[in-house]
Nanobody
Framework: QVQLVESGGGLVQAGGSLRVSCAASGLPFSSSAMGWFRQAPGKEREFVATINWSGDITYYADFVKGRFTISRDNAKNTVYLQMNSLKPEDTAVYYC????????????????????WGQGTQVTVSS
């Protein structure tokens, strides 16, 4: 059974930093693309960042470029999202997502491109 468990969310002041983590089990993690998405109340889930199986390729939504960094540790089956210079508009539930076996170089930005999802972790940025 595939499990993706996010952690590290919380409340932070604007301008602050937070790192969220996603521990994966039951999927071929080191051969899977991983992504982070977020969903604010009343809005659709949106793409934040993605990283390919080896960690060589990353891609970010324009609104987080230069502020967020996605990384992975295949030895620990964990993907991270380091969030700096946080803004109130970054407030959302952050979801980790994993693809099926994929040792390619495709940048995956759509929800349907991911087969597995975590339950989400709340990130709240106060002004």
């Amino acid at each position: 059974q595939v499990q993706l468990v996010e952690s590290g969310g919380g409340l932070v002041q604007a301008g602050g930093s937070l790192r969220v983590s996603c521990a994966a089990s039951g999927l071929p993690f080191s051969s899977s693309a991983m992504g982070w998405f977020r969903q604010a109340p009343g809005k659709e889930r949106e793409f934040v960042a993605t990283i390919n199986w080896s960690g060589d390729i990353t891609y970010y939504a324009d609104f987080v470029k230069g502020r967020f960094t996605i990384s992975r540790d295949n030895a620990k089956n964990t993907v991270y999202l380091q969030m700096n210079s946080l803004k109130p508009e970054d407030t959302a539930v952050y979801y980790c997502a994993g693809s099926k076996l994929d040792r390619g170089f495709t940048i995956r930005m759509k929800t349907y491109e991911y087969a597995y999802w975590g339950q989400g972790t709340q990130v709240t940025v106060s002004s």
